[in-house]
């Protein structure tokens, strides 16, 4: 038996709580009906999955990695690069290295899902732009050219654990899949990090630059994110988001 219910509002018949519906059940609004929730209410949907909403703006969270403790490398593998989006961020914050010394922070890709990573020297090319604020006037340095990787937090500074150390950053990563078509099309990546210098407190830099993939032309499906001179991160979060 079905029909149908009339009503100006909906009030939970105590308390101020109320529940629609059983487990199991669908409830469809037809096609021409507009769902309006007004300015200042919530729509919570913690532990729901949702479908079907196609914002172009939107970040999707794929991955949020905190390491607490020395790790070699962050890799995003195939399972989370894939066909289902057009670009994909990765940030880091408050990011320190293990032990003292130099580590500046590296991107590199692999087409066999990590069996192996493009890392010649001239596998990418770079063109950065690089302030310090402990040199004189507050100069920035240009550099350019052929890299072994895609070059994240600048040429080898101390961001360690101790006194204000720490390193954040942004990449933009375009076309991991192909979705330029035309022959020999690159990957490209578009970076922002700003980090202090462990053992100064005047020590601020910023790094702001892009670089392509150039080593091969096959699909992106693997990247890692590792530092240099073999150290390893101590400390920070990592997060993967997926743009449509």
Known sequence: MSSEIKADKWSPASGTAGTIGDNGDTFTVPSGVTLDIASGATADFTGATVTGLTDNNTWVLLDDTYISSSTASVTYSSSLITDT?????????AIQVASAGSGNIALYVSADNGSSYYSGGTDYS???????????????ISRSGDAGAVEVTGNAYDFGQGAYGNASFVVRCFNLKNLATGSGARRLFEVFSVYMDKDSTSNFVCNQGMAFFKGATGEINNIKLSLSHSNTFAEGEFRLYGLK
Do not use: D, H, K, P
């Open 85 to 93: 989006y057009e670009q994909y961020v990765i940030t880091g914050s």
């Open 126 to 140: 770079r063109s950065v732009y690089v302030g310090q604020s402990a040199l004189s006037s507050n100069t920035v």
